[in-house]
């Protein structure tokens, strides 16, 4: 078996935390998670936004709805969605705050129950910032 099987077999049934999955890195991770390893479990996508309309919002214009997806749109046809909607949670928050600012404890222990790996890709867009 090689190195990219036995990724794949690991994150097949996962759940992922994914932080900055509006930039660069984020979004190509979000991307081929879902194109290579259909049977992840479920991708939580922490979205900097005040509620989840927002945070629904931004994941469907800043992320699925970008050129990147063409394929994986492609290869699922009308079952893309259906797909994304089962897989995909887009959660509002900000890792600048506690408990990543998120204001629903149900749902965070939920997560810390369900989530086995995170990936931390977020990053401060104010440069000017200390």
């Known amino acids: 078996m090689d190195q990219s099987e036995s990724i794949l077999?690991?994150?097949?049934?996962?759940?992922i935390l994914i932080t900055g999955a509006t930039g660069f890195l984020g979004m190509v991770l979000v991307e081929?998670?879902?194109?290579?390893?259909?049977?992840?479990?479920?991708l939580y996508l922490l979205?900097?936004?005040?509620?989840?309309?927002?945070?629904?919002?931004r994941m469907n214009n800043e992320i699925l709805g970008k050129e990147l997806f063409k394929v994986l749109r492609e290869t699922r046809g009308e079952?893309?969605?259906s797909f994304v909607s089962q897989k995909v949670i887009a959660l509002p928050g900000?890792?600048?705050?506690?408990?990543l600012g998120m204001k629903d404890v149900?749902?965070?222990?939920?997560?810390?129950?369900?989530?086995?790996?995170?990936?931390n890709s977020a990053a401060n867009t104010k440069f000017d910032e200390r």
């Open 47 to 57: 979205l900097r936004a005040p509620d989840a309309k927002s945070a629904t919002y």
């Open 94 to 99: 900000d890792i600048g705050f506690e408990n």
């Open 79 to 81: 079952d893309f969605d």
């Open 106 to 119: 149900v749902l965070m222990e939920n997560m810390c129950n369900e989530i086995q790996i995170i990936v």
């Open 32 to 42: 081929k998670i879902l194109r290579v390893q259909p049977n992840v479990k479920r």
């Open 9 to 15: 077999g690991y994150l097949h049934n996962k759940t």
